[in-house]
């Protein structure tokens, strides 16, 4: 099992740009969440999902957007890239029994110059 | 709205000297209280879970937490620290429902140790 796997790991884009990052997983696990984590902020949530086909948003959601069209994908899109979307991007699932554990994918690091 | 603080952005401690990392939270209900740790340039690893029953919790690498509902405090201890210890330390505090699931973190606590 991959577990939770983020693509790409790192990317540079231009202001204005647009981009998708995928967050996939093999654990089918109904809920899935995008962080972005910047210097002393800790992890700000951006949306998540709590099944295939929802979303709803997080504590920061403006500039993003995502889809959930198959369970084991969330999909993060980047519209019109901002430098204030430079950040590390992470993607964590939780499963069923809502425990809580999130399982986290390694993290995307994206520079938007 | 759930909240969670961590008070100390930065703390140092000696190798071998007892530690503890404060957490508070906000949230109207029982939550489901987390602490992860995570090293320079890696992922977040969870230390220990609180969903009900004893307050007291114990973890991975030594790790403990207690949880206080009077206080809304969620501290993490350890007796005895070690260089390998020292990484940035995140509360989560997380409720989950039907249509609203979600964990949120407190900002992070950066622990280094002094030899």
């Known amino acids: 099992n991959a577990g939770v796997t983020q693509t790409p790991k790192f990317r540079v884009l231009k202001t204005g740009q647009s981009m998708t990052l995928l967050c996939a997983q093999d654990?089918?696990?109904?809920?899935m969440y995008w962080y972005r984590q910047d210097p002393g902020m800790g992890l700000r949530l951006i949306h998540y999902s709590v099944g295939e086909g929802t979303t709803a948003k997080g504590e920061v959601p403006d500039g993003y957007n995502v889809s959930r069209l198959k369970k084991q994908n969330f999909l993060l899109g980047l519209e019109s890239a901002a430098p204030s979307q430079t950040s590390v991007y992470f993607c964590?699932?939780?499963?069923?029994?809502?425990?809580?554990?999130?399982?986290f994918g390694p993290g995307t690091r994206l520079t938007v110059t | 709205a759930q909240s969670v603080t961590q008070p100390d952005i930065h703390i140092t401690v000696s190798e071998g000297a007892s530690l503890e990392l404060r957490c508070n939270y906000s949230y109207g209900a029982t939550p489901y209280l987390f602490w992860y740790v995570q090293s320079p340039g890696q992922g977040l690893q969870l230390l220990l879970k609180?969903?009900?029953?004893?307050?007291l919790v114990q973890g991975i690498k030594g790790f403990e937490a207690e949880f206080k509902r009077s206080q809304s405090s969620f501290n993490l201890r350890k007796p005895s620290v070690h260089w390998s210890d020292a990484a940035e330390y995140f509360c989560a505090v997380g409720a989950f429902y039907s249509s609203a699931s979600k964990i949120i973190f407190g900002s992070g606590t950066r622990l280094s140790i002094r030899p």
């Open positions: 654990m089918n696990h109904e809920y």
């Open positions: 609180y969903f009900s029953g004893d307050t």
């Open positions: 964590a699932t939780v499963g069923r029994d809502r425990r809580g554990e999130q399982y």
